[in-house]
């Protein structure tokens, strides 16, 4: 199930004969996947949209929709039932603040900001808060031709460590979606948690995710419009005071929508609503959503909002305008290879389709390509803060000391921006992503560090799906495939239950970068994951990560000291045995290391640091690389032995 094999490739397999399983071809096997326990089982709904034209007997025509759905307070009783994550489940808030003197403190997690401790006071004594994030997106699903489309919904708890146009669609079938919230968000449900302990949990929207268009979707707005304040259209170009939006004064302009009774009365509102800057939705779908204000739950999407917006969409296309023709293109292909760089060997113009992954990597080396060509002060500093601040933005955790830095890069842009302005490239500067920014100190200071779905959710949850059914009642076998991964996914975790292992030797490895980045360790080299001899207790061991074969294997001490550069390899080493082997005295360690010894030898690996303060949930992930000696007779099999003959020829 998990290998992404057709069912006729599983058949195959299975006639290989190379295991006795307990089935015999596909039809077997997956009878034995709908025969494993499942958690909370899909619905489908047909949902009736009323919309805002008239048919000829004066009554509003009505669309059908079809809905499938989870029960989101099901979902939330099998989050947090599963034992699997109780050691990684949090139940009350937490203010961090380490040190002794404690004035420093630190915003990471949800349970870490001002949004838990403020909604906790409301409920009543010994209530606990499961916080929802929801995330939409429209996703394409057919990749070259037709256009088969799905609006995906995800939902998740952060308690946990670890363009749609047609809006009334939108929020009628949200509405439904979310219609048992209501009840549960209001008196609590009793729940069994993966603790052994009950608890009477208050599921409360907490933070929504989504790009730029889907918000306004969400906040009724226009797409010119901020989603989350009222500031104007106009305005929104520099650091003025924006005051949030108020829930209770949108619901009322939304209301008299409702009352409407003719043509006229209904065209009369639509014009006052369009003059406060409100979607026409007779009901959205937040309305009655317990603690729940939908304009500060809106979060900020790095993805979308810096990486392929400000930074992409505008500063790199105002930076290339102050510099000469092809200048930007010429000095990204002369940059000097490394290893954890990404090479433009063609440029930046010429690539038609972005990705997050090639944009965070021309971040990286933005402001050094820019130097000296844009000759402007104002220009680079405006670069250099924009580029401090998207680094900023993404820190897995913050304090009070990050958000001010986080201030003071915006500030620094605002003030140095007006270059663009006289040079003729910029107008204004009234783009909804740019004004965002001023959103995001705020944002973290209530729900905690930014970190929205990541993009491969699509790509897991329903174009996988969609790509494994026939293409035609998709939304059917997309639904069952999603059943049944989820199945495998329960067995597979009893399978480690019962085994004994922990949370943490289940975690998937198959990758070394968890978010997005370049993570294979060789081209075609696996991993071992390993733990290094240390003297330090076993919570603080380091592990890491590096390849199974090593691409230059049984090199002499000889060659390493002549051609590495590795002089004192045999007396560092000789050291580092001497101090286990005093530890370890059980274990016979050999502290000699003669100079006839042979060493394989890697070109990376990734060290695992465990955190050592507060806010870090997870180990650093610090990679260390080393571009390889360029000796032809130790590389045999290297692409530059070739590199070698044609230089000796």
Known sequence: ??????????????????????????????????????????????????????????????????????????????????????????????????????????????????????????????????????????????????????????????????????????????????????????????????????????????????????????????????????????????????????????????????????????????????????????????????????????????????????????????????????????????????????????????????????????????????????????????????VDFIYLAQLPAHTSETLTQLDNCLCDFHHNKSIFVETGIRAHFNIPKLHALVHYPNAILSCGAVDGYPEWFHIEYAKLGYCTSNKRDYQKQMVTWLEQQEAVDFFDTYIHWAQGLSPTAMRDTEGVDQGGEAGDLEEDEDMVVDSAPTLTPFYCRMTFWIAKRPPISGVSVLNIRNHFGVLDLVQSLTNYLSQLATVHLHLGIRTKVSTYETFNIFKRIVLLVPSVSHGFTGPWEDQVQATPCQVPHLLPNLWYKRLFQHNSG
Not at 49 to 60: E, F, N, S, T
Not at 219 to 240: F, M, V, W
Request: positive net charge.
């Open 1 to 386: 199930m998990k290998s992404r094999l057709s069912q006729e490739k599983i058949n195959k397999l299975l006639q290989l004969n190379l295991t006795q399983p307990s089935f015999q071809n596909k039809y077997e096997f997956f009878k034995k996947i709908d025969a494993l326990p499942k958690g909370p089982r899909f619905a489908c709904e047909t949902v009736k949209i009323v919309g805002d034209i008239l048919d000829a007997h004066g009554k509003r025509m009505v669309e059908e929709a079809e809905l499938w759905l989870w029960d989101p307070v099901k979902v939330v009783r099998d989050l947090l039932g599963r034992t699997s994550l109780c050691e990684a489940t949090t139940y009350a808030p937490v203010k961090a603040c380490p040190g002794r003197d404690q004035l420093i403190r630190i915003y990471d997690k949800m349970w870490t900001g001002d949004w838990w401790y403020e909604t906790q006071a409301k409920l009543p004594s010994r209530a606990t808060i499961a916080s929802v994030i929801l995330a939409s997106d429209k996703t394409q699903l057919s990749t070259f031709g037709g256009d088969k489309t799905a609006y995906p919904v995800y939902l998740t708890l952060r308690n946990f460590t670890k363009a749609l146009k047609n809006y009334k669609v939108f929020h009628t079938c949200m509405a439904r979606l979310l219609q048992p919230l209501v009840v549960a968000g209001k008196h609590g449900v009793p729940m069994l948690c993966g603790d052994g302990h009950k608890q009477l949990v208050f599921p409360l929207l907490a933070t929504y995710c989504a790009d730029y268009l889907e918000q306004c979707v969400v906040a009724c707005c226009p797409e010119n419009r901020c989603a989350k304040s009222t500031i104007g259209r106009d305005e929104c170009g520099g650091l003025k005071t924006c005051w949030a939006q108020d829930q209770g004064s949108t619901l009322d302009s939304l209301w008299s929508l409702g009352a409407a009774k003719t043509q006229a009365e209904w065209r009369e509102v639509l014009d006052q609503l369009k003059v406060n800057s409100v979607r026409a939705v007779v009901e959205p779908f937040w309305k009655d959503l317990p603690h729940c204000d939908i304009f500060s739950s809106l979060m900020p999407n790095i993805l979308h909002q810096l990486h392929k917006g400000v930074f992409h969409a505008h500063l790199v296309a105002w930076c290339d305008h102050l510099m000469a023709p092809g200048e930007l293109d010429h000095r990204f292909m002369s940059m000097a290879s490394h290893p954890d760089l990404h090479h433009f060997s063609k440029g930046i113009t010429a690539i038609k389709q972005w990705t997050g992954k090639e944009q965070r990597a021309m971040e990286k080396v933005f402001v050094g390509a820019v130097a000296g060509s844009v000759n402007d002060e104002q220009a680079m500093i405006a670069a250099r803060a924009m």
